[in-house]
């Protein structure tokens, strides 16, 4: 005999795919050129660069790893884009 689906379960599932959508990363590849996130993460970058120079040891390690998270997000826009570009129809 089969079982019902939980109707909290399909709840609940439905209500934690909202956590799934990313409306920034959705935006930034849906447009061509990403240049005013990326001048807004360069900036961020050399403040934080100024940090890991002359900050506290407690503040660069903050502001190494807050570089280390801005690197990998990246990646992951590149790795996203080249995706994007590889799936649209070639001119």
């Not at 019902?4 to 930034?28: C, I, S």
């Not at 801005?70 to 994007?84: A, H, K, P, Y």
Request: glycine letters at 4%; proline letters at 5%.
């Amino acid at each position: 005999m089969k079982s019902m689906p939980n109707v909290q379960t399909a709840a609940a599932e439905k209500d934690d795919a909202g956590w799934r959508h990313f409306p920034q990363f959705e935006m930034l590849l849906s447009s061509e050129t990403p240049q005013p996130l990326l001048g807004k993460v360069e900036k961020t970058c050399r403040q934080l660069d100024d940090v890991l120079k002359s900050g506290s040891d407690a503040d660069r390690a903050r502001a190494k790893a807050a570089m280390t998270a801005f690197g990998r997000s990246l990646d992951l826009l590149r790795e996203l884009t080249e995706m994007r570009n590889k799936s649209l129809p070639q001119k």
